[in-house]
């Protein structure tokens, strides 16, 4: 059974590389050849020429994501059925708990599984990435998954920014 698992997570992880082309190239989390650390250099090299730096993670991403939204992202990208098929099944397969219950799910992505960073990356394209190219064209910034960095040059900056992504 588990070896099922593994390989629906890989196929679906192969079906959702079709997305990577139209990532940011600021977004560093989960991508091919690139890494946290690849992250941090940008952003370091970003803040030297900077004064202020918006400092973003989103707490309980992984735990708190929206089940809707994320098909959503998903079924814009899949070019077969199945695909939006399985993620949706995937997402909402109850939790074994320690002692043998299970737990529904209406949030969250479930952690561990080669495919789930894979979604967070489309959702967060679309929840931040997007939206910031679009709201804020000249802001660059650096998100390693649900972290995210935005150097600026001044304090009006921050305010400018910080209330619309808090």
């Known amino acids: 059974m588990r070896l099922a698992a593994n390989e629906a997570d890989e196929a679906l992880t ?32 970003r ?8 400092d973003l993670d989103i707490q309980k991403f992984f735990d708190s994501v929206d089940h809707t939204l994320m098909v959503k992202a998903v079924a814009a990208h899949a070019d077969v059925p199945w ?19 299970l737990q529904e799910r209406d949030r969250g992505t479930p952690q561990g599984s080669a495919v789930s960073p894979v979604l967070a990356n489309l959702f967060m394209h679309y929840a931040l990435d997007a939206w910031m190219t679009r709201e804020y ?9 649900d972290l ?6 001044s304090a009006y900056a921050d ?5 619309t992504v808090a």
Do not use: N, Q
């Not at 600021?26 to 952003?43: F, H, I, K």
């Not at 064209?137 to 998954?145: D, Q, T």
């Open 83 to 101: 695909v939006v098929l399985y993620v949706k099944r995937w997402l909402t397969a109850p939790m074994a708990l320690p002692d043998g219950t």
């Open 148 to 153: 995210c960095g935005i150097p600026h040059k």
């Open 137 to 145: 064209p000249g802001v660059r910034f650096e998100r390693y998954a």
């Open 47 to 54: 803040c030297w020429k900077s004064d202020w730096v918006i």
């Open 14 to 45: 192969a079906r959702a590389v079709k997305v990577e082309p139209i990532f940011h190239p600021d977004s560093y989390g989960y991508r091919p050849y690139r890494s946290a650390l690849d992250a941090v250099a940008v952003c370091r090299e």
């Open 159 to 163: 305010w400018r920014i910080m209330p």
